[in-house]
């Protein structure tokens, strides 16, 4: 991230030594310490949530599109089987044919029961 070398840490510590002096450096490089610590579990934090939603939004845009695909290939297998549904269908035809025939058979089956009965 940032293009610090073993000089420019130097120069850094050569100041913090004379500004802070002896005595207060320990604790200031411990706090400075405390604070990068900090700094880099939250920017690692973020990435790691920023990358979830990213996977997230690449799962749900494979979802959708895997649907649409889906429903596209449905849609193609439903096609020949819809005129099988119609009123006009040749089964159609035969269902209302054997539900006349079961009529046919249940008058039939009528007047032999009445015989059977005397």
Do not use: C, H, Y
Request: hydrophobic share 40%; proline share 4%.
């Amino acid at each position: 991230m940032f293009d610090i070398g073993f000089a420019e840490i130097l120069i850094v510590a050569v100041v913090a030594l004379v500004v802070l002096g002896p005595d207060k450096l320990p604790t200031a490089v411990r706090t400075v310490g405390l604070w990068v610590g900090r700094i880099r579990r939250t920017v690692g934090s973020i990435q790691s949530e920023i990358s979830e939603e990213l996977r997230i939004d690449e799962l749900k845009r494979t979802t959708a599109i895997q649907k649409e695909e889906l429903d596209k290939e449905l849609n193609e297998m439903r096609q020949p089987f819809s005129n099988v549904f119609d009123d006009e269908s040749p089964i159609a035809s035969k269902a209302s044919t054997v539900e006349e025939l079961q009529q046919e058979a249940e008058t039939k089956e009528s007047p032999d029961q009445s015989k059977t009965e005397k």
